[in-house]
Nanobody, 125 residues
């Protein structure tokens, strides 16, 4: 059974930084693409960033490019989202997700079948 646990959310002032972590268990982590999504109040869930199963392929939403960085540590079964230059519009619940199929590319069109419980990020102006 796949289990994803996010951590690292909190309250930060605009311009500040946070690093989210997502610890995964239940499958061979290195074989699966990982993604980060967010849901802001009153809005639909949106793709933020994705990381392929191997080779370092990444994809970002236009709204976070050059501010957010996704990375993964296969030895620790963990994916990270480094968020710099945070803006009030980044306020949302952030979720990590894992591809349902092995060896995927981890982009916005990936079918993510497993989800964490989410962590709140609040950016004050």
């Amino acid at each position: 059974q796949v289990h994803l646990v996010e951590s690292g959310g909190g309250l930060v002032q605009a311009g500040g930084s946070l690093r989210l972590s997502c610890a995964a268990s239940g499958r061979t982590f290195s074989r699966y693409a990982m993604g980060w999504f967010r849901r802001a109040p009153g809005k639909e869930r949106e793709f933020v960033a994705g990381f392929s199963w191997g080779g370092g392929g990444t994809e970002y939403a236009d709204s976070v490019k050059r501010r957010f960085t996704i990375s993964r540590d296969n030895a620790r079964n963990t994916v990270y989202l480094q968020m710099n230059g945070l803006k009030p519009e980044d306020t949302a619940v952030y979720y990590c997700a894992q591809d349902g199929l092995a060896y995927g590319t981890g982009n916005r069109r990936t079918r993510y079948d497993y989800w964490g419980q989410g962590t709140q990020v609040t950016v004050s102006s």
